[in-house]
Protein backbone atom coordinates (compact mmCIF):
# COMPACT_ATOMS: atom_id res chain seq x y z
CA UNK A 1 0.00 0.00 0.00
CA UNK A 2 1.31 3.01 -1.17
CA UNK A 3 1.55 5.64 1.41
CA UNK A 4 -0.85 8.56 0.33
CA UNK A 5 -3.45 7.29 -2.38
CA UNK A 6 -5.25 10.05 -4.31
CA UNK A 7 -7.74 9.26 -7.07
CA UNK A 8 -5.87 10.41 -10.41
CA UNK A 9 -9.22 11.62 -12.13
CA UNK A 10 -9.78 13.40 -14.68
CA UNK A 11 -12.92 15.10 -12.84
CA UNK A 12 -15.22 17.22 -14.74
CA UNK A 13 -17.70 19.45 -13.56
CA UNK A 14 -19.69 22.08 -14.41
CA UNK A 15 -19.16 25.60 -13.33
CA UNK A 16 -20.49 26.89 -10.16
CA UNK A 17 -20.02 22.76 -8.50
CA UNK A 18 -19.01 22.22 -5.28
CA UNK A 19 -15.76 20.07 -5.78
CA UNK A 20 -14.51 17.31 -3.79
CA UNK A 21 -10.81 15.92 -3.54
CA UNK A 22 -9.74 13.68 -1.43
CA UNK A 23 -6.76 11.42 -0.20
CA UNK A 24 -5.91 8.89 2.20
CA UNK A 25 -2.83 7.65 4.07
CA UNK A 26 -1.31 4.50 6.07
CA UNK A 27 1.29 6.65 8.55
CA UNK A 28 -0.49 7.50 11.30
CA UNK A 29 2.42 9.79 12.41
CA UNK A 30 1.83 12.34 9.72
CA UNK A 31 0.71 15.68 11.44
CA UNK A 32 0.86 18.25 8.99
CA UNK A 33 -1.41 18.13 5.73
CA UNK A 34 -1.25 20.53 2.72
CA UNK A 35 -3.05 20.81 -0.84
CA UNK A 36 -1.17 22.21 -3.33
CA UNK A 37 -2.78 23.03 -7.05
CA UNK A 38 -0.33 22.86 -10.30
CA UNK A 39 -0.81 24.26 -13.73
CA UNK A 40 0.39 22.24 -16.51
CA UNK A 41 3.65 22.70 -17.07
CA UNK A 42 3.94 25.13 -13.86
CA UNK A 43 5.40 24.72 -10.33
CA UNK A 44 3.02 23.35 -7.77
CA UNK A 45 1.34 26.06 -5.52
CA UNK A 46 0.48 26.21 -2.08
CA UNK A 47 -3.66 26.56 -1.48
CA UNK A 48 -3.99 24.89 2.15
CA UNK A 49 -2.07 24.08 5.30
CA UNK A 50 -3.80 22.14 8.25
CA UNK A 51 -2.18 20.78 11.42
CA UNK A 52 -3.70 17.74 13.10
CA UNK A 53 -7.21 17.08 12.50
CA UNK A 54 -10.01 19.84 12.32
CA UNK A 55 -11.25 22.52 9.38
CA UNK A 56 -9.49 24.82 7.52
CA UNK A 57 -11.68 27.51 5.12
CA UNK A 58 -9.91 30.08 3.04
CA UNK A 59 -12.50 31.53 0.40
CA UNK A 60 -14.04 29.37 -1.35
CA UNK A 61 -11.73 26.61 -0.23
CA UNK A 62 -11.89 24.48 2.92
CA UNK A 63 -9.51 21.75 3.91
CA UNK A 64 -10.81 19.24 6.38
CA UNK A 65 -8.33 16.57 7.95
CA UNK A 66 -10.07 13.54 9.88
CA UNK A 67 -6.74 12.01 11.38
CA UNK A 68 -9.08 9.10 13.51
CA UNK A 69 -9.50 7.59 9.62
CA UNK A 70 -6.35 8.83 7.78
CA UNK A 71 -8.81 10.73 5.55
CA UNK A 72 -8.07 14.46 4.03
CA UNK A 73 -10.40 16.56 1.77
CA UNK A 74 -10.62 19.76 0.04
CA UNK A 75 -13.71 21.20 -1.05
CA UNK A 76 -13.80 23.91 -3.79
CA UNK A 77 -17.53 25.70 -3.55
CA UNK A 78 -18.90 27.79 -6.72
CA UNK A 79 -16.14 26.15 -8.96
CA UNK A 80 -14.33 28.29 -12.09
CA UNK A 81 -12.91 27.23 -14.71
CA UNK A 82 -9.81 28.47 -13.68
CA UNK A 83 -9.66 25.86 -11.04
CA UNK A 84 -9.21 23.73 -13.86
CA UNK A 85 -5.61 22.16 -12.86
CA UNK A 86 -4.07 19.03 -11.10
CA UNK A 87 -4.55 19.20 -6.86
CA UNK A 88 -2.12 17.61 -4.79
CA UNK A 89 -2.21 16.34 -1.48
CA UNK A 90 0.84 16.33 0.35
CA UNK A 91 1.92 15.64 4.34
CA UNK A 92 4.45 14.86 6.62
CA UNK A 93 5.29 14.18 10.22
CA UNK A 94 7.42 16.01 12.80
CA UNK A 95 10.87 16.67 11.70
CA UNK A 96 12.86 18.60 8.72
CA UNK A 97 11.83 15.61 6.91
CA UNK A 98 10.40 15.95 2.86
CA UNK A 99 6.75 16.02 1.91
CA UNK A 100 4.93 12.86 0.83
CA UNK A 101 2.68 13.43 -2.01
CA UNK A 102 -0.70 11.87 -3.75
CA UNK A 103 -0.60 11.24 -7.42
CA UNK A 104 -2.77 14.50 -7.97
CA UNK A 105 -6.26 14.58 -8.96
CA UNK A 106 -6.47 16.67 -12.37
CA UNK A 107 -9.84 18.68 -12.55
CA UNK A 108 -11.88 19.93 -15.23
CA UNK A 109 -14.32 22.84 -14.41
CA UNK A 110 -16.52 23.45 -17.63
CA UNK A 111 -17.78 26.70 -18.64
CA UNK B 1 4.12 34.03 0.57
CA UNK B 2 7.42 33.52 -0.16
CA UNK B 3 8.83 33.17 -3.92
CA UNK B 4 11.57 30.81 -5.08
CA UNK B 5 13.09 31.48 -8.60
CA UNK B 6 14.10 28.02 -10.59
CA UNK B 7 15.75 28.88 -13.88
CA UNK B 8 16.14 27.82 -16.70
CA UNK B 9 12.18 27.68 -17.18
CA UNK B 10 13.06 25.55 -20.38
CA UNK B 11 16.12 23.94 -21.70
CA UNK B 12 17.07 22.00 -24.59
CA UNK B 13 20.48 20.52 -24.76
CA UNK B 14 22.25 17.91 -26.83
CA UNK B 15 22.80 14.20 -25.65
CA UNK B 16 26.28 14.12 -23.82
CA UNK B 17 26.34 17.85 -21.95
CA UNK B 18 25.48 19.12 -18.86
CA UNK B 19 23.05 21.39 -17.83
CA UNK B 20 22.55 23.39 -14.55
CA UNK B 21 19.38 24.66 -13.05
CA UNK B 22 19.68 27.27 -10.22
CA UNK B 23 16.49 27.34 -7.67
CA UNK B 24 16.90 30.79 -5.74
CA UNK B 25 15.17 31.12 -2.59
CA UNK B 26 13.90 35.15 -2.90
CA UNK B 27 12.80 36.80 -0.23
CA UNK B 28 13.37 34.09 2.71
CA UNK B 29 16.73 31.70 3.97
CA UNK B 30 16.04 28.33 3.08
CA UNK B 31 18.15 25.65 5.14
CA UNK B 32 16.54 22.87 2.88
CA UNK B 33 15.78 22.67 -0.42
CA UNK B 34 14.70 19.72 -2.43
CA UNK B 35 14.72 18.59 -6.07
CA UNK B 36 12.28 16.45 -7.58
CA UNK B 37 11.61 15.09 -11.06
CA UNK B 38 7.85 14.98 -12.62
CA UNK B 39 6.45 12.81 -15.50
CA UNK B 40 3.66 13.76 -17.71
CA UNK B 41 0.69 13.36 -15.52
CA UNK B 42 2.57 12.41 -12.87
CA UNK B 43 3.02 12.96 -9.66
CA UNK B 44 6.43 14.45 -7.94
CA UNK B 45 9.31 12.06 -7.63
CA UNK B 46 11.83 13.82 -4.46
CA UNK B 47 15.37 13.09 -6.11
CA UNK B 48 17.34 14.36 -3.23
CA UNK B 49 17.26 17.05 -0.33
CA UNK B 50 19.66 19.24 0.05
CA UNK B 51 20.83 21.48 3.21
CA UNK B 52 22.65 24.39 2.85
CA UNK B 53 26.81 23.39 3.57
CA UNK B 54 26.28 19.74 3.87
CA UNK B 55 25.83 16.83 0.96
CA UNK B 56 22.83 16.07 -0.16
CA UNK B 57 20.95 13.25 0.48
CA UNK B 58 19.74 11.27 -2.65
CA UNK B 59 16.47 8.94 -2.46
CA UNK B 60 17.45 5.33 -3.52
CA UNK B 61 17.39 4.59 -7.18
CA UNK B 62 18.68 8.37 -8.18
CA UNK B 63 22.46 8.53 -8.73
CA UNK B 64 24.64 10.99 -7.29
CA UNK B 65 27.08 11.50 -9.88
CA UNK B 66 24.87 12.27 -12.34
CA UNK B 67 22.95 14.71 -10.64
CA UNK B 68 24.56 17.07 -8.87
CA UNK B 69 23.40 18.91 -6.31
CA UNK B 70 25.15 22.27 -4.43
CA UNK B 71 23.43 24.08 -1.77
CA UNK B 72 26.33 26.48 -0.98
CA UNK B 73 23.88 29.28 0.12
CA UNK B 74 20.34 29.87 2.00
CA UNK B 75 19.45 30.89 -0.44
CA UNK B 76 20.33 28.98 -3.84
CA UNK B 77 21.02 25.64 -4.49
CA UNK B 78 22.03 24.33 -8.14
CA UNK B 79 21.06 20.80 -9.67
CA UNK B 80 23.60 19.80 -12.42
CA UNK B 81 22.12 16.90 -15.05
CA UNK B 82 25.79 15.77 -16.09
CA UNK B 83 26.18 14.07 -19.33
CA UNK B 84 22.44 14.01 -20.19
CA UNK B 85 20.93 11.47 -21.97
CA UNK B 86 17.79 11.19 -23.77
CA UNK B 87 16.18 9.68 -20.81
CA UNK B 88 16.66 12.56 -18.99
CA UNK B 89 14.19 14.44 -20.75
CA UNK B 90 11.64 15.88 -17.93
CA UNK B 91 9.73 18.57 -15.62
CA UNK B 92 12.41 19.21 -12.61
CA UNK B 93 11.02 21.32 -9.71
CA UNK B 94 12.84 22.55 -6.83
CA UNK B 95 11.15 23.69 -3.47
CA UNK B 96 12.78 25.44 -0.58
CA UNK B 97 11.98 25.05 3.54
CA UNK B 98 12.27 28.83 5.28
CA UNK B 99 14.75 28.22 7.61
CA UNK B 100 12.53 28.98 10.54
CA UNK B 101 11.03 25.65 10.68
CA UNK B 102 8.01 26.33 8.43
CA UNK B 103 6.40 22.80 7.58
CA UNK B 104 5.06 23.69 4.06
CA UNK B 105 7.20 24.06 1.23
CA UNK B 106 7.70 26.59 -1.52
CA UNK B 107 7.76 25.75 -5.27
CA UNK B 108 10.18 26.79 -8.24
CA UNK B 109 8.21 27.35 -11.48
CA UNK B 110 9.90 24.31 -12.96
CA UNK B 111 12.59 23.43 -15.63
CA UNK B 112 11.81 21.21 -18.60
CA UNK B 113 14.48 19.68 -19.75
CA UNK B 114 14.85 17.95 -23.06
CA UNK B 115 17.78 15.77 -24.30
CA UNK B 116 18.18 15.40 -27.67
Known amino acids: QKEVEQDPGPLSVPEGAIVSLNCTYSNSAFQYFMWYRQYSRKGPELLMYTYSSGNKEDGRFTAQVDKSSKYISLFIRDSQPSDSATYLCAMKNSGNTPLVFGKGTRLSVIA | GAVVSQHPSRVICKSGTSVKIECRSL??????MFWYRQFPKQSLMLMAT?????????EQGVEKDKFLINHASLTLSTLTVTSAHPEDSSFYICSARDRTGGTEAFFGQGTRLTVV
Open chain 2, 50 to 58: SNEGSKATY
Open chain 2, 27 to 32: DFQATT
